[in-house]
């Protein structure tokens, strides 16, 4: 839950604040000159470009949430097993040993979106997030019977 709002309340001030830039852009549109024109109308392209980033990490959370929740309901998810420091963080070995058994998962049943997610839950437990999107990416694909990119 912590995490849903501290998403809701980041995704509002970005809103916000791309609300101002672009009050900016037009501000400088609407001086007329041909500098603050085309400052104006790149002032206007990056909350353009930052609405439609927000946008699909939204959709992209959204979409890995009913996948997590749909797993959940199927008893799917995998279980905590992941040994932790004294302050709470994954141990680096342990993830790597979780992170083996899912990447074996994985390979048997490579066309299965569960074993995907379980392996993109692996990553994000390793820290490696590039790789966890992917894999999240990857899970969603072949839930919704998309085409798959290698």
């Given at each position: 839950m912590r995490?849903?709002?501290?998403?809701?309340?980041?995704?509002?001030v970005l809103v916000i604040y791309f609300v101002l830039v672009g009050s900016r852009g037009v501000?400088?549109?609407?001086?007329?000159t041909l500098l603050t024109v085309t400052f104006g109308v790149a002032v206007l392209i990056l909350p353009v470009i930052g609405l439609w980033f927000l946008w699909k990490n939204t959709q992209f959370v959204r979409r890995a949430n009913?996948?997590?929740a749909e797993l959940d309901a199927q008893g799917g998810l995998p279980v905590d097993e992941l040994k932790r420091t004294p302050g709470g963080r994954i141990d680096r070995d342990s993830a790597d040993e979780v992170f083996a058994?899912?990447?074996a998962e994985t390979e048997a049943a490579p066309d299965d979106w569960r074993s995907w997610f379980r392996l993109a839950i692996a990553y994000h437990d390793a820290r490696d997030t590039p790789r966890a999107?992917?894999?999240?990416?990857?899970?969603i694909a072949l839930h919704d019977g998309k085409p798959v990119q290698a």
């Open positions: 995490a849903k709002l501290t998403y809701a309340i980041t995704a509002a501000m400088l549109i609407q001086t007329g009913q996948l997590a058994k899912r990447k999107r992917k894999a999240m990416q990857r899970a």
